[in-house]
Nanobody, 123 residues
Framework: QVQLVQSGGGLVQAGGSLRLSCVAS????????MAWFRQAPGKERTFVAA????????LYADSVKGRFTISRDNAKTTVYLQMNSLKPEDTAVYYC????????????????WGTGTQVTVSS
């Protein structure tokens, strides 16, 4: 059974930093593309970042480029999202996701999802 267990959300002031973690179990993590999406209240889920199986290829939404960094540790079956220079508009529930294919920003192509973690950025 595939599981993605998330941690690391919380409340932070604008300009601050948070790191999200997503621990995977139940399948070959090292062969999966991993990604982060987010969903703000009343809005659709949107792409944040993705990393391929090796960690060598990353993809970012324009809104987070230069502020967020996605990385992975295959030995720990964990993917991270380091979020710096946070803004109030980054407030959302963040989800990690996995797929057996190349990096993509299309949520419909991801097969497995975490349960979400709240990130709130105060102004």
């Amino acid at each position: 059974q595939v599981q993605l267990v998330q941690s690391g959300g919380g409340l932070v002031q604008a300009g601050g930093s948070l790191r999200l973690s997503c621990v995977a179990s139940g399948w070959m993590f090292s062969s999966q593309t991993m990604a982060w999406f987010r969903q703000a209240p009343g809005k659709e889920r949107t792409f944040v970042a993705a990393v391929d199986w090796s960690g060598g290829r990353t993809l970012y939404a324009d809104s987070v480029k230069g502020r967020f960094t996605i990385s992975r540790d295959n030995a720990k079956t964990t993917v991270y999202l380091q979020m710096n220079s946070l803004k109030p508009e980054d407030t959302a529930v963040y989800y990690c996701a996995a797929r057996a294919g190349a990096t993509t920003d299309k949520s419909s192509l991801y097969s497995y999802w975490g349960t979400g973690t709240q990130v709130t950025v105060s102004s």
